[in-house]
């Protein structure tokens, strides 16, 4: 009879170790983040406080069809930003997705630092958030529709730059590639085969840029990149939180049209 204790098995240490390391940095994850058991159980006093100040809306202040029609304008000029910004995105993210697609259009290894570079564009773009873009064209071209609508066209470009990268990068190149085979340039073979075929990824893709568009647009007002955020903003800081109600209500529909 064999009396040696039993070992556990290597992946039953791994996992092990895997929770011991998860819970040793979800601990240090709620020690810097500021959480409050004693705020938290505090808060319902001053939510009450808001929603007694915020509904019904209007309700402290008298509706008038000026604020009414203001945030309406306010409302449509949030749309024009995220389409104007998500075709423009859409249309510049597609031209870096053909140069940083691999084996697509540069196969030679000299034009391979085009490929490179390119990729490096999408990431750069995609890594630095839509606010802080907006913050870097409210500076640039100052306050407004404008400094948003650059802000989200960059942020598109890196998000449908990738996106539209992998797709034409998973299509089957068999159709391409006799093509060649039959004369076509490698440029002809890509717009004629490779492209049609994730045209229907690329769709998907742009539509929800444009949604993701509308979020952002609302929230790049508040830092004065124009749109519906401004006016909430402003709302806000002179605690106008029925008329507020009434922005959120109007972003809500929106977003969820």
């Not at 939510?47 to 409302?75: C, G, K, Q, V």
């Not at 006016?231 to 809500?252: E, K, P």
Request: proline content about 5%.
């Amino acid at each position: 009879m064999d009396d040696a204790p039993r070992r556990l098995p290597p992946k039953l240490h791994f996992y092990i170790l895997c929770l011991v390391l998860f819970a040793l940095f979800s601990g240090w994850s709620f020690s810097g983040s500021g959480f409050s058991f004693s705020k938290l159980i505090g808060s319902p006093e001053y939510l009450m406080d808001f929603l007694r100040r915020a509904f019904p809306p209007f309700s402290e202040h008298r509706i008038t069809w000026d604020a009414f029609f203001r945030y309406l304008a306010a409302l449509v000029e949030t749309i024009q930003m995220a389409f104007a910004g998500t075709i423009l995105g859409v249309i510049f993210g597609f031209v870096l997705a053909l140069l940083a697609s691999k084996d697509l259009l540069f196969t030679s290894p000299y034009l391979r630092p085009i490929q490179v570079f390119s990729k490096g564009i999408i990431a750069f773009f995609r890594t630095v958030p839509d606010l802080v873009w907006a913050i870097i064209f409210v500076v640039v071209v100052g306050l407004g529709a404008f400094a948003g609508t650059l802000a989200i066209m960059v942020d598109t470009i890196g998000f449908c730059g990738r996106f539209f990268a992998e797709e034409m990068e998973e299509v089957d190149k068999s159709p391409a590639e006799a093509l060649e085979c039959c004369g076509a340039t490698k440029v002809d073979a890509v717009f004629s085969a490779v492209i049609p075929a994730a045209m229907p990824g690329f769709i998907a893709t742009s539509l929800f840029a444009f949604e993701k568009a509308v979020r952002s647009s609302v929230v790049l007002g508040i830092v004065g990149a124009g749109g519906i955020g401004l006016q909430l903003q402003s709302l806000f800081n002179f605690f106008s939180y029925d008329r507020a109600m009434v922005i959120i209500g109007m972003i809500f529909i929106l977003v969820l049209g």
